[in-house]
């Protein structure tokens, strides 16, 4: 079971034209505003006498600060405007009553599942990091098992063995490979190619693919079909390069996003075994 880092769509809504909105107060005179009582701050705006918290403004500031928007005053202008948008609209949809429909209050729980689910699982991670020694570790793993050449092969899959052979039949008759592959193979990533998977390490393939196709010469095809969980392959092997595998520094953050899934997997995996399901 694949749990990955949610994040609740009431945030993710982008900034609506916020480029176009003023960023200045308006000339009108307000209202002292009133204090935000969570925080002991003054909330950001008021409308229709509701305060718009600070830390509404501070949550979705950090939201944009990691999709790259800087902290500065036109930022907090921008969200200063968007919220002060979004309270307008929320007012607005309480009086039509729509919050009140079945429909929306099953949006709203999902939204307060992800939002709480994905705290957690970050609190989770920050508690129980990746060590170094665990990257290093599945990066020497990786590097050993992608070695140190790459192959250009193609290849023809079908669903049975049969059709394999049938493949298989037409080829030592002299058929095209690449006109093979393109009328019957089932992988649609390739068929259009004649078959051409580029170029990739033997560790980007399954394991029984790859084993045959590093034993291929140069040119030659795999007489037997081989067979993987996607079905039967036939496949020829067109070329052999030296293979440049990337630096730990390159792959570190990936390597350690990877290890981290595997933790929430098996986190999950543990409290599923542990919880009482019927």
Do not use: C
């Not at 979004?86 to 919050?99: I, N």
């Not at 190619?193 to 033997?202: A, E, K």
């Amino acid at each position: 079971m694949k749990m990955r880092m949610l994040v609740a769509a009431l945030l993710a809504t982008p900034l609506v034209a916020a480029a176009q909105l003023p960023t200045k107060e308006p000339a009108k005179k307000e209202a002292a505003p009133k204090k935000d009582a969570a925080k002991g701050a003054p909330p950001i705006a008021t409308v229709n006498g509701v305060a718009v918290p600070r830390a509404r403004a501070e949550a979705l500031l950090r939201q944009q600060q990691a999709r790259g928007m800087p902290d500065n005053d036109q930022s907090r202008g921008m969200i200063r405007d968007e919220l002060v948008n979004r309270e307008v609209l929320m007012q607005e949809a309480q009086k039509s009553g729509v919050a009140r429909s079945p429909e929306v209050a099953a949006q709203l729980d999902l939204a307060r599942q992800e939002i709480i689910i994905s705290a957690y699982l970050r609190e989770w991670v920050r508690k129980n990091p990746v060590s170094e020694a665990d990257v290093q570790k599945e990066y020497d793993r990786v590097k050993a098992e992608q070695g140190d050449k790459e192959y250009r092969a193609r290849h023809i899959l079908v669903e049975t063995e049969d059709q394999a052979k049938t493949m298989v039949a037409e080829l030592k008759k002299g058929g095209k490979f690449e006109d093979l592959a393109a009328k019957n193979s089932k992988d649609p990533g390739s068929k259009d190619r004649g078959g051409d998977l580029d170029w990739h390490g033997p560790g980007d393939f399954d394991r029984a693919f790859s084993d045959a196709m590093i034993k291929l010469e140069k040119g030659k095809f795999t007489e037997t079909p081989v067979r993987t969980r996607f079905g039967f392959h036939i496949i020829q092997l067109d070329d052999v390069r030296s293979g440049r595998f990337p630096s730990l520094a390159e792959v570190k953050p990936r390597i350690q996003q990877q290890l981290a899934q595997v933790r929430i997997d098996e986190l999950v995996k543990g409290l599923r075994g542990k919880a009482k399901i019927e």
